[in-house]
């Protein structure tokens, strides 16, 4: 940005200067995208935060003192300033009006009763465990050991490969292997 270039348009659109105005506002519209897209603000969408920005800019040109000659650092910290004052009253109002707060009443406990995990999926929940844990006993020795390492040991398959001793794609062989086994015995369990 040149400075001077910049001061020169700040006066010319004091004075209400509308091509001045545009060519201000292009001048600023790098940054002013830039800090839009950095900033998330709950309930503002890129183009209200943009807005505020531009609302911001022009009201700078109207509060700024040209014998100042430093109108770049003025409107860039007051738009960095108006962005942050959103951000703050947004916080502000989820802690009074967001999902957060709840008021209980009759209806409110109904919807959270409704909202609760019935006995229905919690059976459903334990049903699938037996089935997988009965296909699981159903592989030989070898694959579960590599189940339990891989799934409940948290192991990644290079560690695992370092762990047995054996090269790498020989463990993304068996993994695929062992999977596909696994789906196949569920899917013939689902259909008996």
Do not use: W
């Not at 019935?118 to 049903?127: A, G, K, L, P, S």
């Amino acid at each position: 940005m040149d400075y001077k270039h910049i001061e020169n348009l700040v006066l010319l659109c004091k004075a209400n200067n509308e091509e001045a105005k545009e060519t201000l506002v292009s001048e600023f519209n790098p940054l002013i995208i830039n800090l839009s897209k950095k900033s998330f603000i709950s309930g503002y969408e890129f183009d209200d935060i943009k807005n505020e920005c531009y609302r911001t800019l022009f009201n700078c040109i109207k509060l700024y003192n040209p014998e100042k000659h430093r109108f770049v650092a003025y409107a860039t910290n007051a738009m960095k300033n108006s962005v942050n004052c959103l951000i703050r009253k947004s916080i502000r109002r989820q802690r009074t009006d967001g999902s957060n707060v709840v008021v209980l009443d009759n209806e409110t406990e109904n919807i959270l009763r409704s909202d609760m995990n019935f006995v229905e999926d919690i059976i459903c929940q334990n049903q699938l465990k037996a089935k997988i844990n009965s296909v699981i006993n159903t592989l030989d020795r070898d694959e579960v050991d590599f189940i339990k390492h891989f799934f409940y040991n948290g192991y990644s398959m290079k560690k695992y490969a370092e762990f047995k001793k054996i090269p790498y794609f020989k463990v993304v062989e068996k993994k695929v292997t062992i999977l596909n086994k696994i789906k196949n015995l569920l899917t013939e369990s689902h259909l008996s």
